[in-house]
């Protein structure tokens, strides 16, 4: 069993450690730290979850603006799973808009069109969600079962949602690796949230991988 508190407080602590000069790459690894904070502050139940999501939401961003940005497109992923999983409606909103703003719909990568399909649904706008998830179960390159996931939102396909999420769960469960060593289907907790947001049903068996509750 994971020591959930004890694994956000590790991280909350390395968060606060220096980490010398705030170029591109460091403030963009403050935002994996908050990240992982945020995430096992969830797995623990703490109410302390949403401030460390968001505070990851603001460094991905932050660091898009310091560097190349183009390519870089896990960072608006991030930043909207965070705004997402924070269920905070107005960071949703700017992150979403932000997203879309640099050009995701057409971005060459799976990921930014991955983004963009994420910000379109985060936004209700379902048809658009629906054409750019097409896409990515076209590609070879990008997990089908999240693919799939993102089709059965779009179009209210209840059915087709638990399925596919699942999948998603077990292939977590599977990784030998995840984001700063924090185990959470976070993914799949972002895809539930937006079937929730559409008012379908996402539930899901109990694993090591989701919060208790």
Known sequence: MTDWEG?????????????????ERAVARLGNVAYAAGLASLMAGSPAAPSWLLLAANHWRTSWGLGPGAGSWGRPVGALKAALLARDEAAVDEVAGWTLGLDTINAASPIGRYAATLAFLARRRDDEAAAVAAT?????????????????????DEAAVAPAVESVVRSFEARD?????????????????????????????????LPAV
């Not at 694994?7 to 170029?23: C, I, N």
């Not at 990515?136 to 209210?156: C, K, M, S, W, Y």
């Not at 690796?177 to 068996?205: I, P, S």
């Open 177 to 209: 690796q995840h984001l700063e060593g924090v185990a959470v289907a976070d993914t799949a907790l972002v895809l539930c949230e937006l079937a929730r947001r559409h008012g379908l049903v996402c539930d899901l068996r109990a694993s090591p991988v």
């Open 136 to 156: 990515l179960r076209r590609h070879d390159d990008f997990p089908r079962d999240v693919g799939e996931a993102l089709n059965a939102i779009a179009t209210g």
């Open 7 to 23: 694994l956000a407080r590790e991280k909350q602590v390395r968060y606060e450690v220096s980490h010398g000069e705030l170029d």
